[in-house]
């Protein structure tokens, strides 16, 4: 059966982005009823709403009344999403009001429901908005913060609406996530809480056209961020050298070096509750940048060797520095990633202590998997001995996991999840299930 999507939208100038986001959503086999409120209207009219989605599009319940749509269609969504949320239709949802046919739906919705707000940066960061937000966000609503860059008119700041694809690959998270008899519908378990993950692979320039590097394309660390926002988490995303879009939501703060890495890091992890770091952070960078790109100097001798100084490890850092403040009750989680050809639990354990991190999620190198691939394996190692399988899969279900073992350090109810529905629910997204059976008996000591 077709996920059953309703397509809320304001009335903003966004909406003609929300087209894209309603073929995207039809394309992938959703179903989807478009309930605009009467002013959205006015930016996008009926008849294209009507003609992508194929459904009837009204603005209030006073039309099939026999099939009660105020309350009908909110019960029967599997996701509502917003987009774009205007200031007035969050203040509206807030207030618990149904004076349209999209705040009934929004108040007899029990499924996930996700708001994408765009409106001008004064709006938005105006402490009524901010106070509808944050109860929004308490009552287990997903309130992505908007984009940064360019609005209507002259005006540039926080406002715009995140990219439809970006909004489109969340919305998915949550329908396969939020899947009848696999989770309750709201399980936002991260809200509240601020994460950094970090993504992608550092560089360390050895001239002005040479660097040391990796292969990391930030498909992982992505993965992560986008799943803990979809769990209700304000993620910081730190990313080096990734052309990907940025994840609806998150905050993302662009480095190059292993440096700039380790400043961004420690800034933005100051009050995190955990980190995980998926980068490639180079060990080490050359002693010197030369200020002028090295030639070859024609006489067949062998290059100067490079020497090499070692980079600051962010994660050893961040366990001294959690250390320090246990004493104030310091809690945060700390989570590495290590991509390995040699995968064997003496050498993964050994970097667990070496780091002092407490998780250590390795993952093999090859054969597919890795540096640019869509999907991942990994055993994920616990600093109390535990071990969790997380078989092959696409690298938000890896995501998913790796933020279920951070919610049980972090002793957040993570819901046990009935693994043979997720066998059988969503076939190829998860094909074992050792590791969901390692999250529940673990929540049950
Ligand atoms: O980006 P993708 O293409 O999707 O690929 C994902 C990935 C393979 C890069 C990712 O899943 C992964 O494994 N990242 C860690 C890569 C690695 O091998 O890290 P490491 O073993 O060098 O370091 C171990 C941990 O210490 C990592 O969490 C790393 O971020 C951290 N580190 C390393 C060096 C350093 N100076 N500071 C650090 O904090």
């Not at 705040?103 to 509808?132: D, G, I, K, S, Y």
């Not at 070096?257 to 998926?278: C, I, L, P, Q, Y």
């Amino acid at each position: 059966m077709p996920a059953r999507v309703v397509l809320g939208v304001g009335a903003g100038i966004a909406a003609y982005k929300a087209c894209e986001l309603l073929r995207l959503l039809t394309e992938s086999g959703s179903r989807v009823r478009v309930v605009p409120t009467a002013d959205a209207l006015r930016f996008v009219g009926e008849v294209t709403w009507a003609a992508l989605s194929g459904e009837p599009v009204t603005t209030q319940p006073w039309t099939g009344v026999e099939d009660v749509p105020h309350v009908r269609l909110g019960q029967e969504a599997d996701l509502v999403v917003v987009a774009p949320a205007t200031a007035d239709l969050m203040a509206r949802a807030a207030a618990g009001m149904a004076d349209d046919l999209l705040t009934a739906t929004l108040l007899t919705a029990r499924c996930p429901v996700l708001f994408a707000p765009a409106m001008h940066t004064e709006m938005w960061e105006h402490p009524a908005t901010q106070a509808n937000v944050a109860l929004l966000r308490h009552r287990g609503a997903i309130v992505l913060d908007p984009a940064v860059g360019r609005l209507t008119g002259k005006d540039s700041g926080a406002g715009r609406l995140p990219e439809p694809a970006e909004i489109f690959a969340l919305a998915t998270h949550l329908l396969t996530r939020g899947h009848p008899g696999t989770r309750p519908a709201r399980d936002n378990d991260l809200a509240g809480r601020r994460v950094v993950v970090s993504a992608g692979g550092t560089r360390e320039e050895i001239d002005p056209v040479r660097f040391i590097g990796n292969w990391s394309s930030g498909l992982q660390g992505y993965a992560l961020a986008r799943t803990a926002i979809a769990r209700g988490a304000e993620v910081t995303l730190v990313a080096a050298n990734v052309s990907l879009s940025d994840p609806a939501g998150a905050k993302v703060v662009r480095v190059t070096s292993a440096r700039e890495m380790h400043d961004a890091v420690m800034a933005a992890a100051a009050t995190a509750a955990a980190v995980v770091m998926a980068a490639a952070v180079a060990d080490y960078r050359p002693a010197t940048r030369h200020q002028a790109k090295l030639k070859k100097d024609g006489t067949g001798q062998a290059p100067e060797p490079i020497h090499l100084v070692e980079n600051p490890d962010i994660l050893a850092a961040l366990a001294t520095r959690r250390t320090a403040a246990s004493k104030t009750g310091n809690e945060q989680v700390l989570v590495g990633f290590a991509a390995e050809t040699d995968t064997s639990p003496q050498a993964a354990k050994a970097k667990l202590a070496r780091k002092g991190c407490d998780l250590l999620v390795v993952n093999p190198v090859g054969n597919g998997l890795g540096f640019g691939t869509a999907d991942n394996e990994a055993v994920v190692y616990r600093a109390d001995g535990s071990v969790t399988e997380i078989p092959r899969g696409p690298k938000e279900a890896l995501a998913d996991v790796v933020w279920d073992l951070v919610a049980c350090n972090l002793k957040l109810s993570v819901t046990p999840v009935n693994p043979d529905k997720i066998h059988r629910k969503l076939p190829g997204l998860i094909e074992g299930v050792s590791t969901w059976r390692v999250v529940c008996s673990h929540l049950s000591r």
